[in-house]
């Protein structure tokens, strides 16, 4: 097999290189990459612990601390104990995180915008619901 056909190396260089588009655009708003996750996650379902936030998120429990220890630096979001369990933290956006959703979600837009464009728009759809397959989101 050669690079071209190792579905782990086509992925991950396309994952490095869209990352790094993002990243340059998150820039511009005092954020990086290990953010938006969280961010767009919350913008999704905020009220969550942080504990499913690590899980949607796809990182450590203690790397979404030090995470959500940013955003709340950077008053983008704050913990509220859970009323059922005083261990456990429930992670809400502050209105300036609420605010920044559309002008972010609109850079990664531009983003996918950037890489599909060679793509038809058919072809798009087909892209994105096998992706959606493999990484079993979908049905």
């Not at 709340?72 to 979001?77: D, E, K, P, S």
């Amino acid at each position: 097999m050669n690079r071209f056909e190792s579905l782990s190396y086509l992925v991950s260089h396309l994952n490095v290189d869209l990352q790094n588009a993002l990243d340059q655009r998150l820039k511009r708003y005092d954020l990086d990459i290990k953010l938006w996750p969280v961010l767009f996650s919350l913008w999704q379902e905020e009220g969550v612990t942080q504990t499913e936030l690590s899980k949607r998120c796809d990182v450590a429990n203690y790397t979404m601390t030090r995470l959500l220890d940013q955003l709340q630096q950077q008053q983008l979001i704050t913990r509220q104990q859970d009323l059922d369990n005083r261990r456990a933290f429930n992670i809400y956006l502050t209105n300036n995180g609420k605010a920044l959703e559309q002008d972010l979600i609109r850079e990664a837009e531009r983003v996918n915008e950037m890489y599909l464009e060679n793509l038809t728009v058919e072809e798009q759809t087909e892209f994105l619901t096998l992706i959606n397959k493999i990484n079993r989101f979908s049905d």
